[in-house]
């Protein structure tokens, strides 16, 4: 059982930068394909941006320029980087592992973006 733990959610202003972080259990970190995802209110969950193991990344259309992913395998951790937020970023954001034996998720932590 791999254990996934999000946290840096809050409360930010539009314009504003967060960082969120992404903790994963398990001793080959650095095979699993981490992704992002986040499900605003009454939406379906979406892909935000995913990083696999060997560090490619691919983004949501509607983040690109502004979210960055990455990793560090040293810390079992990966990062999702939010700049120039948008109220539309609102959401709960989920971090995801998949690893050769399953999939898992974290719990999510809340992003809001407000005035």
């Known amino acids: 059982q791999v254990q996934v733990v999000e946290s840096g959610g809050g409360l930010m202003q539009p314009g504003g930068s967060r960082s969120l972080s992404c903790t994963s259990s398990g001793n080959m970190f650095r095979t699993y394909h981490m992704g992002w995802y986040r499900q605003a209110l009454g939406k379906q969950r979406e892909m935000v941006a995913a990083?696999?193991?060997?560090?490619?990344?691919n983004y949501a259309d509607s983040v690109k320029g502004r979210f960055t992913i990455s990793r560090d395998n040293a810390k079992n951790t990966a990062y999702l980087q939010m700049n120039n937020l948008k109220p539309e970023d609102t959401g709960v954001y989920y971090c995801?592992?998949?690893?050769?034996?399953?999939?898992?998720w974290g719990q999510g932590t809340q992003v809001t973006v407000s005035a």
């Open positions: 995801n592992a998949r690893t050769p034996n399953g999939e898992y």
């Open positions: 990083i696999s193991g060997d560090g490619h990344t």
